[in-house]
């Protein structure tokens, strides 16, 4: 049976209410919007999507949805030195992978810069803006501190004609980079340092990813996000908490130019622990080679995750179980591993695969290159309707080196001189010998099998303390199986010593490949992506690196099982029993 993406289980039910879904419900109780719900989700162009906002997209498209509401998906392509069309399309690629749809309502901030190019020469008209000569340097020291007010710019008081004739020169492109801004005209001595005269607009001579060069001059964030969402009809836009304090600044502008005003509402980004989820470090991260690429699957990347093996249902099933409010916290990252492996648990197939092999001689088997037995194995006993498939058993087989030990300490019940197994889906065996290297090292093991005991079930009703797993030699599929761990040592990368940045926290060991793995014959023709549950391992993931007959995989998360338990008891052996 080749691994296959079956369709995905029965959604979760419906998530509690929050202080997000409680104001919509408000505002659809006062008619606020006329009875619109329109969200949207605004990503800049320079990177690819993570985790963290795999949150944001789910609330956007999720509330939108329960309240017959539409969802926009619309780039903030405002930076043309940092924007390409590669992450436009990465971008397009996993929300779509995510579960979800904008149908025809895909935008672009620069399909408005000629309407916010007029709006900030409204402003201008209205005395509400102003052409700056000051450096960004100067700027930051005119701004003032959170306990010192801002110091008026000496060319704040400009006349309305003059600064109109500025800002049309600096539209033709007159001027050189960095040599003037356009700021808003608020208040130098407000709290809120947003509110300080904040630049509207740059002088960049760049080349624009959609616009080419007919721009030399963009707006910034702030001016261009909620001109936009008004531009759509926004109704609720919702950000993560930084932009509180921007909330101000946001309705100031859309109020002085009189134009639709949506509500922005802020919540609490995602933070899980191990993970980096800066889209400036991570770019660090592929542009320094420590990692492969974007889509690497140590990255939380959607694309890496996706590469890894996740599944988009887990990652929604995952956001909606960890909520919205107005606090930042720290996620644990097994929180979203238990979603993952909840998912894959239901639709995964079980095969079986050895990553570290050693060969194994069923000496009172037939030698005969021929004798081989079709044994019986369930491909999934969490889902009856998978079915079963045939698992070729012959003389000579491969376990993991793990399972077995010339030597065992108390307590370990898997194969080791004179003791009996099972071998899943197939026999009882009993190791009678071992052969050794010059070194010294078991390198094959000596068994019998009782062929009474087909199925793994003793009809003398013996009983057995362990079931290994296994995979015929003339029948296994060479592999590469590439383990991962956490990219990071610590659950906070961020903290490190003086003098170091974040990359002193990863991890050396975070990945491992294995290049002679043996697989069960079920496994040699799996497509990409396909998800399968290796047995007694973990949760695998074909990556699209495999050819034809020579499979590659990774793994996706690892068994929460008493094998695993078994392997942290190692400070007290004693109480290990294997």
């Given at each position: 049976?080749?691994?296959?993406?079956?369709?995905?289980?029965?959604?979760?039910?419906?998530?509690?209410?929050?202080?997000?879904?409680?104001?919509?419900?408000?505002?659809?109780?006062?008619?606020k919007?006329?009875?619109?719900?329109?969200?949207?989700?605004?990503?800049?162009?320079?990177?690819?999507?993570?985790?963290?906002?795999?949150?944001?997209?789910?609330l956007?498209?999720?509330l939108?949805a329960?309240?017959?509401?539409?969802?926009?998906?619309?780039?903030d392509d405002?930076?043309?030195?940092?924007?390409?069309?590669?992450?436009?399309?990465?971008?397009?690629?996993?929300?779509?992978?995510?579960?979800?749809?904008?149908?025809?309502?895909?935008?672009?901030?620069?399909?408005?810069?000629?309407?916010?190019?007029?709006?900030?020469?409204?402003?201008?008209r209205?005395?509400?803006?102003y052409?700056?000569?000051?450096?960004?340097?100067?700027?930051?020291?005119?701004?003032g501190?959170?306990?010192?007010?801002?110091k008026?710019?000496?060319?704040?008081?400009?006349?309305?004609?003059?600064?109109?004739?500025?800002?049309?020169?600096?539209?033709?492109?007159?001027?050189?980079?960095?040599?003037?801004?356009l700021?808003?005209?608020?208040?130098?001595?407000?709290?809120?340092?947003?509110?300080?005269?904040?630049?509207?607009?740059?002088?960049?001579?760049?080349?624009?990813?959609?616009?080419?060069?007919?721009?030399?001059i963009?707006?910034?964030y702030?001016?261009?996000?909620g001109?936009?969402?008004?531009?759509?009809?926004?109704?609720?836009?919702i950000?993560?908490?930084?932009?509180?304090?921007?909330?101000?600044?946001?309705?100031?502008?859309?109020?002085?130019?009189?134009?639709f005003?949506?509500?922005?509402?802020?919540?609490?980004r995602?933070?899980?622990?191990?993970?980096?989820l800066s889209?400036?470090?991570?770019?660090?991260?592929?542009?320094?080679?420590?990692?492969?690429?974007?889509?690497?699957p140590?990255?939380?990347?959607?694309?890496?995750?996706?590469?890894?093996?996740?599944?988009?249902?887990?990652?929604?099933?995952?956001?909606?179980?960890?909520?919205?409010?107005?606090?930042?916290?720290?996620?644990?990252?097994?929180?979203?591993?238990?979603?993952?492996?909840?998912?894959?648990?239901?639709?995964?197939?079980?095969?079986?695969?050895?990553?570290?092999?050693?060969?194994?001689?069923?000496?009172?088997?037939?030698?005969?290159?021929d004798?081989?037995d079709?044994?019986?194995?369930?491909?999934?006993?969490?889902?009856?309707?998978?079915?079963?498939?045939?698992?070729?058993?012959?003389?000579?087989?491969?376990?993991?080196?793990?399972?077995?030990?010339?030597?065992?300490?108390?307590?370990?019940?898997?194969?080791?001189?004179?003791k009996?197994?099972?071998?899943?889906?197939?026999?009882?065996?009993?190791?009678?010998s071992?052969v050794?290297?010059?070194?010294?090292?078991?390198?094959?093991?000596?068994c019998?099998?009782?062929?009474?005991?087909?199925?793994?079930?003793?009809?003398?009703?013996?009983?057995?303390?362990?079931?290994i797993?296994?995979v015929?030699?003339?029948?296994?599929?060479?592999?590469?199986?590439?383990?991962?761990?956490?990219?990071f040592?610590?659950?906070?990368?961020?903290?490190?010593?003086?003098?170091?940045?974040?990359?002193?926290?990863?991890?050396?060991?975070?990945?491992?490949?294995?290049?002679?793995?043996?697989?069960?014959p079920?496994?040699?023709?799996?497509?990409?992506?396909?998800?399968?549950?290796?047995?007694?391992?973990?949760?695998?993931?074909?990556?699209?690196?495999?050819?034809?007959?020579?499979?590659?995989?990774?793994?996706?998360?690892?068994?929460?099982?008493?094998?695993?338990?078994?392997?942290?008891?190692?400070?007290?052996?004693?109480k290990?029993?294997?």
């Open positions: 049976m080749t691994p296959t993406n079956p369709p995905p289980p029965a959604g979760p039910p419906a998530a509690p209410s929050n202080f997000i879904r409680d104001i919509i419900l408000r505002d659809l109780e006062s008619n919007f006329a009875g619109r719900v329109q969200t949207r989700f605004p990503p800049e162009p320079n990177g690819y999507l993570h985790i963290g906002h795999a949150k944001s997209i789910c956007n498209f999720g939108a329960e309240f017959g509401g539409k969802t926009n998906l619309r780039f405002t930076n043309p030195e940092k924007e390409e069309q590669e992450y436009v399309d990465s971008i397009i690629d996993n929300v779509h992978w995510l579960g979800f749809d904008w149908e025809d309502r895909v935008f672009f901030a620069s399909d408005y810069f000629e309407q916010i190019y007029q709006w900030a020469l409204e402003l201008i209205k005395g509400k803006a052409v700056c000569d000051l450096t960004a340097e100067e700027v930051r020291k005119y701004r501190t959170l306990t010192e007010p801002g008026e710019s000496p060319y704040r008081n400009r006349t309305v004609e003059e600064n109109l004739d500025l800002f049309q020169r600096m539209r033709a492109g007159e001027f050189p980079d960095g040599s003037r801004t700021r808003a005209r608020v208040d130098m001595a407000s709290p809120n340092l947003n509110m300080r005269d904040p630049v509207m607009y740059r002088i960049l001579h760049a080349e624009h990813h959609r616009t080419g060069n007919a721009w030399p963009y707006p910034m702030d001016y261009a996000h001109q936009s969402d008004s531009i759509e009809q926004i109704t609720h836009s950000c993560t908490l930084e932009f509180e304090d921007h909330r101000p600044l946001y309705d100031w502008f859309v109020e002085q130019l009189g134009i005003h949506p509500q922005q509402i802020e919540f609490d995602l933070n899980l622990t191990y993970t980096m889209k400036r470090k991570l770019l660090q991260l592929v542009q320094d080679k420590l990692v492969r690429g974007w889509d690497d140590r990255m939380p990347t959607l694309s890496g995750i996706r590469r890894r093996g996740y599944t988009p249902e887990a990652i929604r099933n995952f956001c909606g179980s960890i909520g919205v409010s107005k606090t930042n916290g720290i996620i644990e990252l097994g929180l979203l591993e238990h979603f993952v492996r909840e998912d894959l648990n239901k639709r995964a197939p079980r095969m079986m695969a050895v990553l570290r092999p050693l060969r194994v001689v069923i000496d009172n088997y037939p030698e005969a290159t004798a081989v079709e044994l019986d194995a369930v491909n999934n006993p969490e889902d009856a309707s998978a079915g079963t498939r045939k698992v070729p058993f012959s003389r000579v087989l491969y376990i993991e080196q793990d399972d077995f030990k010339e030597d065992p300490p108390k307590g370990y019940y898997r194969l080791s001189p004179g009996e197994v099972r071998l899943r889906w197939g026999y009882l065996i009993t190791c009678v071992v050794k290297d010059e070194q010294g090292n078991v390198v094959e093991i000596h019998t099998y009782d062929p009474a005991t087909r199925g793994g079930n003793a009809p003398d009703g013996r009983k057995v303390k362990s079931t797993h296994w015929s030699a003339a029948h296994a599929v060479d592999a590469e199986v590439r383990l991962y761990e956490t990219l040592t610590k659950e906070n990368p961020n903290a490190v010593e003086e003098g170091q940045d974040f990359t002193a926290n990863i991890n050396p060991n975070s990945l491992e490949v294995l290049t002679n793995c043996k697989l069960e079920s496994l040699a023709a799996v497509e990409p992506f396909g998800r399968v549950q290796f047995e007694r391992l973990g949760y695998f993931c074909a990556d699209p690196d495999s050819a034809p007959g020579r499979p590659v995989f990774n793994r996706t998360v690892a068994l929460r099982d008493s094998w695993a338990k078994i392997e942290k008891r190692a400070d007290n052996p004693a290990a029993k294997v």
